[in-house]
């Protein structure tokens, strides 16, 4: 059984979803604010995460800065701001996707299936390294000139399939089929993907060698150009 914790400190809508994911045999366990959520999420790690945005004290995104420094658990903002560069935002602190309030439980529902079925896809056997960079889908690792980086579970599935394909060039729209999210995100949602990881693999971010931007096209993983 899945386990997914709601942080959220709208007792109504925090009661509202947690029966409702109950009901779909969900395990689901509640924190009322940022702080209750950091302590809960650490000491038993959840399947997933639905983060509210708007919080007194630890808000939905200083939440995000901390927890995504450890761990690439999924996580789904649930946010009342529907604002581009609100879920741009949101994307580059490390969350997987978003739902703004008020949302319908099927919707929500369905965006959870998304990420948990993108969590239980089958690994391929064996790590793999190209240049610098080392990646290992049976036990999620991810290192970069020896060094390891924690991704999120989007920034990772697009970089095994970087890793594995060198050179190849992907367009926005295929990478973002490849995350199961053409339904539910925008080929915007690769840029900041893109953008989040270059800051975690690259030298130098604002200088990109190793995720290059083939203009018009999309992007490619070049391993040779960063050794």
């Not at 302590?39 to 800065?65: K, N, Q, S, Y």
């Not at 999620?140 to 924690?150: A, E, I, K, L």
């Amino acid at each position: 059984m899945k386990t997914i914790l709601i942080v959220e400190d709208n007792h109504g809508i925090r009661e509202m979803v947690r029966e409702y994911l109950s009901e779909h045999g969900y395990k689901v366990k509640v924190a009322s604010n940022g702080v209750e959520g950091l302590l809960e999420a650490r000491h038993t790690p959840p399947d997933l995460i639905l983060l509210d945005v708007m919080m007194p004290g630890m808000d939905g995104l200083e939440f995000i800065r901390k927890y995504r420094a450890s761990s690439g658990t999924p996580v789904i903002f649930l946010t009342a701001k529907d604002s581009e560069l609100d879920k741009v935002l949101g994307l580059e602190l490390g969350a997987d996707d978003y739902v703004t309030k008020p949302f319908s439980m099927a919707e929500l529902l369905a965006r959870v299936k998304v990420q948990l079925r993108r969590q239980d896809a089958a690994p391929q056997i064996g790590p793999v390294r190209a240049g610098e960079v080392e990646l290992d889908a049976s036990t999620r690792s991810f290192r970069v000139r020896g060094q390891d980086v924690t991704l999120t579970r989007s920034e990772f599935e697009l970089m095994e399939l970087f890793v594995r394909h060198p050179l190849r060039v992907f367009s926005r729209l295929e990478l973002l089929e490849h995350l199961q999210e053409e339904a539910l995100g925008s080929e915007r949602t690769i840029d900041v993907h893109v953008r989040n990881l270059r800051g975690k693999i690259e030298a130098e971010p604002s200088k990109p060698k190793l995720l290059e931007t083939v203009f018009g096209v999309g992007y490619r993983f070049n391993p040779g150009s960063g050794a």
